[in-house]
């Protein structure tokens, strides 16, 4: 029996789920490919979305790949490097947390897929989110300061743009966190850096674009 045969079984025991067909639009599975997933056939690959599901269900994902510690975890917020507590009523999102060092400037590559998250946060009000990650260097202060956690949004393409906001911006040869706009041509658009001691533009050819994300919000951290 594989350990996801397995984590349906006992999610099933626990009335966590109904049906198969629950427990991959639960996980974040496709349906369609859930048997092969079940029997090994098809090797179970993790995103940001899965693990984001993943930890909100309590389901300890090093389990899940290694078969190492136990199946759930007993309190999801206990893995969490950041935890914030919600006012009432506010609805609070599980996070993945990626211990990567996003650059505030010119970088190495990104691609989740490829990364494990180091855990999760949780935050009221960033249910849109699908990863966090941590900033260092001071080319976008005073909105983003050294050493602090930015959390972004679902991948967007060049028409989705929002002129002038803040983007993690990813090509195939390095990543950078900076405002984006306009370029003086269709074909490009500029990275601009918003700490005056960081001037002049970056223009970017949209075709060499690998990835945008939004930068939804600021989680600071106090002392660095």
Known sequence: MTRLESLYE???????????KEFAEKLGFAYANLARYLSGQLKTTIDAENYRKFAESGINIDWLLTGEGEMFITDVAESAPLQIIPAEGE????????????????????????????????IPGFKDCIACFPVYGSSMEPKISNGDV??????????????????????????????????????????????????????LKKKDLRALYLVRGVVSRLGM
Not at 93 to 122: Q, R
Not at 169 to 192: C, F, M, N, Q, S
């Open 91 to 122: 609805e609070t999102a599980c996070i993945p947390f990626y211990d990567i060092d996003v650059m505030a400037h010119i970088a190495e590559s990104l691609d989740l897929k490829e990364e494990t998250p180091a855990g999760v946060l949780s």
């Open 150 to 203: 930015i959390a972004v949004s679902q991948a967007v393409t060049c028409d989705q743009i929002l002129w002038g906001e803040i983007y993690l911006v990813i090509t195939d040869a390095w990543r950078v966190v900076k405002t984006v706009h306009p370029g003086k041509t269709e074909e490009y658009i500029i990275l601009r850096s918003i700490n005056p001691a960081y001037a002049g533009d970056t223009n």
């Open 10 to 20: 006992e999610m099933a025991k626990r009335k966590m789920v109904a049906s198969k």
